[in-house]
């Protein structure tokens, strides 16, 4: 059983907890840097969101509200939801934890954007993610993935 999605504080007891992400993720994934940039005080308005087996830290993500003025992928333009950095510990994958964050972004109700890994195409897929026609000057070599709630549509350019 997965446990509820909780928003992390912004501390050295996370950045300790982050490290052990960085040990066996992908070094574009480590959220190191966007933390250490955060530390201020431990009730810090956080963008990192993740889920504990016990006490251990074994799934996260970022997550930031885009300004509706700045949409350029969504219609009717509106603030959506931009999910990073999702990352499962290998010894928990395959367990819902991924899927539990991905659900908890989606609660919110808003259109999400997200830029996969190398070799995640099949979780999106099943998370109901889909690819947008690419834009060289929006996408700038990403390629995006998207989710659309009821009564939103890609955005032609």
């Known amino acids: 059983m997965v446990n ?33 940039a955060n530390i201020v005080e431990n009730d810090s308005d956080s963008p990192f969101y993740g889920l504990y087996f016990g006490d251990k830290l074994v799934a996260r993500m970022s997550l930031y509200q885009v300004k509706k003025q700045f949409d350029r992928y969504f219609e009717p333009p509106q603030d959506y939801l931009e999910l990073w950095k999702l990352e499962v510990l290998p010894n928990y ?8 964050l991905v659900e908890f972004a989606k609660s ?8 996969p890994r190398v070799k995640s195409q099949d979780f999106w897929d099943k998370m109901g993610f889909t690819p947008v026609h690419y834009d060289v000057e929006r996408d700038r070599g990403e390629n995006p993935l998207v989710w659309y709630p009821a009564g939103v549509t890609e955005q032609v350019q």
Not at 18 to 23: M, P, Q, S
Not at 93 to 100: C, D, I, N, P
Not at 108 to 115: E, Q, R, W
């Open 4 to 36: 509820k999605v909780e928003k992390l504080k912004i501390n050295y007891k996370t950045l300790e907890e982050f490290k052990k992400f960085k040990e066996y993720g992908h070094q574009e994934l480590s959220m190191l840097e966007d933390l250490e």
């Open 93 to 100: 994958q395959g367990k819902g934890y991924g899927k539990a």
């Open 108 to 115: 919110y109700g808003l259109p999400i954007k997200t830029n």
